[in-house]
């Protein structure tokens, strides 16, 4: 009896998340598009020495967690867009342009609604 017991509270347990953790969320989730395409427009692409905006091709993975506000960490494919640091970033506008190489990106996003700004980009690294 004792055995069965603890079989089943340890199965429970495993299968519970971690209070507050990390956990994985739909990738065709309309705030994670949102999410995403402040982070790329926050930070210049690999060619902003020219003077252009890197551009979302692709989400390959999201996660949020609970904290103070909601962070999300995103696995992101970027590439070289024709839209000028001059200009202000327009993701209907701000496409990867047909001959770009395509770079994996994790980019970390603080989102605190009450706050001004809301969102703030904690993290971003680009593979080379």
């Not at 003077?51 to 070289?80: C, H, M, P, R, S």
């Not at 024709?82 to 395509?102: F, H, I, M, P, Q």
């Not at 990106?105 to 690294?125: D, L, S, Y």
Request: aromatic share 6%.
């Amino acid at each position: 009896m004792k055995t069965l017991l603890l079989f089943a509270v340890s199965l429970t347990v495993s299968n519970c998340q971690l209070l507050g953790g990390a956990r994985e969320t739909a990738i065709e989730d309309a705030i994670i598009a949102e999410v995403a395409h402040f982070a790329v427009s926050s930070h210049p692409g690999e060619t902003s020495e020219d003077g252009f905006y890197d551009a979302l091709e692709k989400i390959n993975k999201a996660e949020k967690q609970t904290v103070a506000g909601t962070l999300y960490t995103l696995d992101l494919q970027v590439g070289a867009s024709g839209c000028t640091l001059k200009s202000e970033y327009d993701r209907a506008r701000c496409k990867v342009k047909a001959s770009s190489a395509s770079r994996r990106c994790i980019a970390k996003v603080h989102v605190q609604v009450w706050m001004k700004p809301q969102n703030a980009v904690t993290e971003w690294n680009c593979e080379s």
